[in-house]
């Protein structure tokens, strides 16, 4: 889900970003400033995943997995 987020803002900034150049509003080289932030701001990776809760555990459970 968070991958599907971070896509979808990538792309509004992306179509904001170009909107704004084709007003006239961002030069040549603020546009490509402006996508190139928001590329390598979409890239970073924001940390290690949050372990789920309801995941099975047979350890805690003390059941073998079912083959």
């Not at 007003?23 to 990776?45: K, P």
Request: proline residues 3%.
């Amino acid at each position: 889900m968070a991958t599907l987020v971070r896509i979808v803002l990538w792309m509004a900034w992306s179509l904001a970003i170009g909107w704004l150049w084709r007003e006239g509003s961002l030069g040549v080289m603020s546009a490509l400033a402006a996508f190139g932030l928001g590329t390598a701001l979409a890239a970073w990776r924001a940390g290690p995943g949050r372990r789920r809760r309801n995941e099975l555990r047979y350890v805690e459970m003390a059941k073998q997995p079912v083959a």
